[in-house]
Structure formats: structure tokens, C-alpha cells
């Protein structure tokens, strides 16, 4: 069912963009009193997103209900298709979203890039419709611009699964031009070539089990690896003091490579910080239909989603 969406080909996806004119597209609009989202995924329990929404939802005002269930890829059409009009949306996770994908009969330009889909709205103006939006990419630029990145020219990305094409993307909106993949097998990151070419990033291939000599310098690395994973070559401590590190992984955190940065004093990411931003996204989109529509007093809103996670941040 996935198809473009043609009536706005161009609309980005982080939230770096959407502050080129936050003034002129701040607003509420006409939000109804009560709706029902939830995440899907398996597994789904330890799921933080129903705290960050909640969170967002109250600050706004709104009497919405967010929860998580647990749900398989097989079970997801069906499940979706049976959604009453109560329902605004769904925040997806894995293994669900290259199924999301699928099922989207709308595409922002972000998911067709990266082929997959974390955000569906459902709208019912005229009939159901299924949008679909990767807000992914938006969370890791997020997290990477709270670092104080504000450009790449190099980046390496340990892990070619799920996650590695949104890693991709990001770091091509922070204006990298090359990018390393380094996988347990180089066959695993060659679907990421399309993505690169539709990007028009260089990108470089090679196995973990290589090493690290010709690497080059590299200013962000992003880790899609379980946060317990052990590296067989360790990363030189030349590249992970001259780098900032973005670690998907977040329970436990600081992960071995969250310690590895730490004891150089470079800065370094959780998937908890990306996981924030991209939710601010989603509630963009569920709350406004629009994932460059600025919340009123977001800032606001952002911190509070922030603070649902046990993230204090210091005052701007």
C-alpha cells in the first residue's frame, strides 16, 4: 500500500529543519478533546514512549490516551485495519517498521528514503488513511545538535540492521559526504547502498572483524550494536577522543562504548536522547498533522519529556 506522497514530495523530517520559520507555523489548531495512540512492538514492556507522550499530552492539555501493546509483524495489518476512529496514530517499533512501511499509503520523503516507518497517523477526514513518517532520523540529529555537532564531514555507523539506514540519512542532513558502515558482514549493509545513492553520500563498506587501519578521521560514529556488544578490533582512543558518540543503545547506560567515550572526555549520545527527540516529532505529527508544525512552547514540552525519562538538562 506504501505509495509517495505526492501532494508534498518535499517535506523534511528532522527537526532541524522545521526551525527555518518556527513563528509562521506555530499553532494548535483544531485538536479534538480525546484520542487514543499507542506503541507497538515486540517486545514492548520496557517501552519508555508512553511516558514521554503522556508527558507531551499533559503539558499541552490534552485528555489523550497513549499506551504500548504488544504486537507481532504478522498481527500488524489486521490489527491496524480493526482501529476505531478514536484512534490518531501509533508509534512503531521493532520489529514492525518495514510492516509499517508496507502498510503506509502515504510516505514522508524521509521513510521512502530509509524504507522504514515508525510513525503512522491515521486519518479519517475523508475515509482512513494510512501516513507514514520516520521520525528516527529526526531523533538522532536531535540528539547528535544536544552534543553540540553541527556538521559532519565523516561518519562511521558500527551495525548495519534496522536502525543504520535512519543513521545514514541523519548524518547526511548534518552534511556528511562520506560515510563508513562497519558490519559483522559486509553483505548486511549493502541494502544501505540505495539509500546512499538517493542520498548522494559516499558510502564505504567493511567488516567489524577488518579493523580500523585506513579508516581516516572520523567526527561522529553512530553504534545501531547492542549496548553489551564487544568490539574485536577496539576503536583507536585517537578516533573516540576526536569524535562524539551517538549509542542507540540505552539500558544499561552508559554502555560499553558510552564508558569507552566517557573515560576520554568526549561527548557522547544515548538511544534515550534520540528517543526523546523523535517522540517530539510524533507528537507533532498526531497532535498537528504536520511534523515541521512548531508545538506552542515547545521548549517547554521538549524539557517535560526530557524530565519523564529522568533526564534533567541545564537551564539554555
Same mark, same amino acid.
Given at each position: 500500500?506504501?505509495?509517495?506522497?505526492?501532494?508534498?514530495?518535499?517535506?523534511?523530517?528532522?527537526?532541524?529543519?522545521?526551525?527555518?520559520? @518556527?513563528?509562521?507555523?506555530? &499553532?494548535?489548531?483544531?485538536? @479534538?478533546?480525546?484520542?487514543?495512540?499507542?506503541?507497538?512492538?515486540?517486545?514492548?514492556? &520496557?517501552?519508555?514512549? @508512553?511516558?514521554?507522550?503522556?508527558?507531551?499530552?499533559?503539558?499541552?492539555?490534552?485528555?489523550?490516551?497513549?499506551?504500548?501493546?504488544?504486537?507481532?509483524?504478522?498481527?500488524?495489518?489486521?490489527?491496524?485495519?480493526?482501529?476505531?476512529?478514536?484512534?490518531?496514530?501509533?508509534?512503531? *517499533?521493532?520489529?514492525?517498521?518495514?510492516?509499517?512501511?508496507?502498510?503506509?499509503?502515504?510516505?514522508?520523503?524521509?521513510?521512502?528514503?530509509?524504507?522504514?516507518?515508525?510513525?503512522?497517523?491515521?486519518?479519517?477526514?475523508?475515509?482512513?488513511?494510512?501516513?507514514?513518517?520516520?521520525?528516527?532520523?529526526?531523533?538522532?540529529?536531535?540528539?547528535?545538535?544536544?552534543?553540540?555537532?553541527?556538521?559532519?564531514? &565523516?561518519?562511521?555507523i558500527l551495525g548495519a540492521g534496522a536502525?543504520?539506514?535512519?543513521?545514514?540519512?541523519?548524518?547526511t542532513q548534518l552534511g556528511a559526504r562520506?560515510?563508513?558502515?562497519?558490519?559483522?558482514?559486509?553483505?548486511?549493509?549493502?541494502?544501505?547502498?540505495?539509500?546512499?545513492?538517493?542520498?548522494?553520500?559516499?558510502?564505504?563498506?567493511?567488516?567489524?572483524?577488518?579493523?580500523?587501519?585506513?579508516?581516516?578521521?572520523?567526527?561522529?560514529?553512530?553504534? *545501531?550494536?547492542?549496548?553489551?556488544?564487544?568490539?574485536?578490533?577496539?576503536?583507536?582512543?585517537?578516533?573516540?577522543?576526536?569524535?562524539?558518540?551517538?549509542?542507540?543503545?540505552?539500558?544499561?547506560? @552508559?554502555?560499553?562504548?558510552?564508558?569507552?567515550?566517557a573515560t576520554q572526555g568526549s561527548p557522547?549520545?544515548?538511544?534515550?536522547?534520540?528517543?526523546? &527527540?523523535?517522540?517530539?516529532?510524533?507528537?507533532?505529527?498526531?497532535?498537528?498533522?504536520?511534523?515541521?508544525?512548531?508545538?506552542?512552547?515547545?521548549?517547554?514540552?521538549?524539557?517535560?519529556?526530557?524530565?519523564?525519562?529522568?533526564?534533567?538538562?541545564?537551564?539554555?
Amino acid at each position: 500500500m506504501a505509495g509517495n506522497e505526492a501532494d508534498r514530495p518535499d517535506v523534511p523530517s528532522s527537526e532541524a529543519e522545521a526551525d527555518v520559520a @518556527p513563528s509562521a507555523r506555530t &499553532h494548535r489548531g483544531d485538536v @479534538p478533546d480525546s484520542r487514543h495512540l499507542a506503541v507497538f512492538g515486540s517486545p514492548i514492556e &520496557h517501552s519508555k514512549s @508512553p511516558d514521554l507522550h503522556a508527558a507531551a499530552y499533559r503539558a499541552l492539555g490534552l485528555d489523550w490516551v497513549y499506551d504500548r501493546r504488544q504486537v507481532e509483524v504478522e498481527q500488524l495489518a489486521d490489527i491496524v485495519s480493526a482501529l476505531g476512529p478514536e484512534w490518531r496514530g501509533l508509534s512503531l *517499533t521493532m520489529p514492525l517498521k518495514q510492516q509499517a512501511f508496507a502498510l503506509s499509503e502515504t510516505l514522508d520523503r524521509t521513510a521512502q528514503v530509509t524504507g522504514a516507518v515508525n510513525t503512522l497517523r491515521l486519518d479519517d477526514a475523508s475515509g482512513r488513511r494510512i501516513q507514514g513518517f520516520n521520525t528516527d532520523v529526526a531523533g538522532i540529529v536531535g540528539a547528535l545538535r544536544d552534543t553540540g555537532t553541527s556538521s559532519v564531514s &565523516h561518519g562511521l555507523i558500527l551495525g548495519a540492521g534496522a536502525t543504520a539506514a535512519s543513521a545514514l540519512a541523519a548524518l547526511t542532513q548534518l552534511g556528511a559526504r562520506d560515510i563508513t558502515v562497519a558490519a559483522r558482514s559486509a553483505a548486511r549493509a549493502e541494502p544501505l547502498r540505495d539509500a546512499a545513492d538517493n542520498l548522494g553520500v559516499a558510502l564505504h563498506v567493511r567488516e567489524l572483524s577488518s579493523g580500523w587501519a585506513g579508516l581516516g578521521d572520523v567526527d561522529v560514529v553512530i553504534s *545501531t550494536l547492542p549496548g553489551t556488544a564487544s568490539l574485536e578490533h577496539p576503536l583507536p582512543d585517537e578516533l573516540v577522543a576526536r569524535s562524539t558518540l551517538l549509542d542507540v543503545a540505552y539500558d544499561p547506560w @552508559p554502555s560499553a562504548l558510552g564508558q569507552l567515550w566517557a573515560t576520554q572526555g568526549s561527548p557522547a549520545a544515548s538511544g534515550l536522547d534520540m528517543l526523546v &527527540h523523535q517522540a517530539l516529532i510524533q507528537v507533532r505529527i498526531f497532535v498537528l498533522g504536520d511534523p515541521l508544525a512548531v508545538l506552542p512552547d515547545e521548549p517547554a514540552i521538549l524539557e517535560s519529556m526530557f524530565a519523564a525519562v529522568g533526564i534533567v538538562r541545564p537551564a539554555a
